[in-house]
């Protein structure tokens, strides 16, 4: 598929992400702070380090792609916008209305995310982020957690067929990956490490009867029914404060610039014209000062919320799982209940 082609579908996704989270951080971009450098030249136009970075800003996290793919394309959409750019100039579409029109939305959001690199970022300190790991690390080091696989198949009948074959020999691995129906399939139905209370109640009340290395009867939930093996239980342990840093500093940015946002709100005039509009907005802004207000109320330094890839806090992991092991490793969010 051509790039650009490939974009398209980034584009919408770019679009929201910006509405809804402040600028995610650019992890495989390279670092500009020492040495701008130059890394393509189009036309005469230089694309630098700074502009790369930038872009990775307002793409996000590109979990599509391979980690060591994401420098290249970002590179790559820098080349093919300014191309575009540079016909658009010369076909004189920057004395159109529609250019005008564009110009003053992205310079509010150019406005926006130099507020937050400039005034927000910048009050996140190192010991706010210590603070913050030690509590969620402390209610990780508290918890039991365990680590299992299952087989999930639409009956009773094909999971029982599913305990014939293990019976006779065959690798619980490969029985998930050809007929598993949720999306551990793809890791041989590995769902990482979980609390308890994290699962559905009949999965979890049969996951933790088990011994380590037993296999379940077939287990009935509202997704179907489910053989269970449990690989490992373990007393929690947190990541390393290094590898969880980047996300305890994205939750803690987040969470400041909402906060933030809900200040200039309160002080700020804004008038919504559509009555439609204005009712849904204000059933919106409850649940975002509720949401706030609970914040708030927890223990200070609290991480729990969203995890690194800038997804909404309502659908993300509690945060011992952010602490307890990487995130992307397994399928577990299908069996999940959703965070309230």
Do not use: C, W
């Given at each position: 598929?051509?790039?650009?082609?490939?974009?398209?579908?980034?584009?919408?996704?770019?679009?929201?992400?910006?509405?809804?989270?402040?600028?995610?951080?650019?992890q495989?971009?390279?670092d500009?702070?020492?040495?701008?450098k130059?890394?393509?030249?189009?036309?005469?136009?230089?694309?630098?380090t700074?502009e790369?970075?930038?872009?990775?800003?307002?793409?996000?996290?590109?979990?599509?792609?391979?980690?060591?793919?994401?420098?290249?394309?970002?590179?790559?959409?820098?080349?093919?916008?300014?191309?575009?750019?540079?016909?658009?100039?010369?076909?004189?579409?920057?004395?159109?209305?529609?250019y005008?029109r564009r110009?003053?939305?992205?310079?509010?959001?150019?406005?926006?995310d130099?507020?937050?690199?400039?005034?927000?970022?910048?009050?996140?300190?190192?010991?706010?982020?210590?603070?913050?790991?030690?509590?969620?690390?402390?209610?990780?080091?508290?918890?039991?957690?365990?680590?299992?696989?299952?087989?999930?198949?639409?009956?009773?009948?094909?999971?029982?067929?599913?305990?014939?074959?293990?019976?006779?020999?065959?690798?619980f691995?490969?029985?998930?990956?050809?007929?598993s129906?949720?999306?551990s399939?793809?890791y041989g139905?590995?769902?990482?490490?979980?609390?308890?209370?994290?699962?559905?109640?009949?999965?979890?009340k049969?996951?933790?009867?088990?011994?380590?290395?037993?296999?379940?009867?077939?287990v009935?939930?509202?997704?179907?029914w489910?053989?269970?093996?449990?690989?490992?239980?373990?007393?929690?342990?947190?990541?390393?404060?290094?590898?969880v840093?980047?996300?305890?500093?994205?939750?803690?940015?987040?969470?400041?610039?909402?906060?933030?946002?809900?200040?200039?709100?309160r002080?700020?005039?804004?008038?919504?014209k559509?009555?439609?509009?204005?009712?849904?907005?204000?059933?919106?802004?409850?649940?975002?000062?509720?949401y706030l207000?609970?914040?708030?109320?927890?223990?200070?330094g609290?991480?729990?919320?969203?995890?690194?890839?800038?997804?909404?806090?309502?659908?993300?992991?509690?945060a011992?799982?952010?602490?307890?092991?990487p995130?992307?490793?397994?399928g577990k969010?299908d069996?999940?209940?959703?965070?309230?």
């Open positions: 598929m051509p790039m650009i082609d490939r974009l398209l579908s980034f584009a919408v996704i770019s679009a929201v992400a910006a509405v809804l989270t402040v600028p995610a951080l650019a495989d971009a390279p500009q702070s020492k040495e701008e130059v890394v393509a030249v189009v036309n005469g136009h230089e694309i630098k700074s790369v970075q930038m872009a990775a800003e307002d793409m996000g996290q590109l979990p599509e792609l391979p980690a060591k793919l994401r420098y290249p394309f970002i590179v790559e959409y820098l080349v093919e916008r300014h191309l575009l750019a540079q016909a658009a100039v010369k076909e004189g579409i920057a004395d159109s209305e529609e005008k110009l003053a939305l992205y310079q509010a959001k150019a406005l926006r130099a507020y937050f690199a400039q005034v927000i970022a910048p009050t996140i300190t190192e010991d706010e982020m210590k603070k913050a790991y030690d509590t969620e690390a402390a209610k990780v080091e508290e918890t039991e957690r365990v680590r299992a696989r299952h087989i999930l198949v639409k009956s009773e009948q094909e999971a029982k067929q599913m305990l014939e074959r293990l019976k006779k020999g065959e690798k691995e490969d029985l998930a990956k050809k007929y129906l949720d999306g399939k793809e139905g590995d769902l990482g490490y979980f609390s308890e209370g994290e699962m559905v109640p009949e999965f979890s049969a996951v933790f009867a088990l011994k380590t290395g037993e296999v379940s009867q077939p009935k939930t509202n997704f179907g489910h053989v269970i093996k449990l690989e490992d239980r373990k007393k929690g342990a947190a990541q390393p404060y290094d590898q840093k980047p996300a305890i500093r994205t939750i803690r940015r987040r969470k400041k610039t909402q906060e933030r946002i809900m200040q200039l709100r002080a700020s005039k804004v008038e919504l559509d009555p439609d509009l204005e009712k849904f907005a204000a059933e919106a802004r409850k649940v975002r000062e509720q207000a609970k914040q708030k109320a927890n223990a200070q609290e991480t729990a919320g969203a995890p690194a890839n800038g997804a909404p806090a309502a659908g993300a992991p509690a011992p799982d952010l602490l307890d092991e995130l992307g490793a397994s969010s069996l999940q209940i959703p965070q309230q």
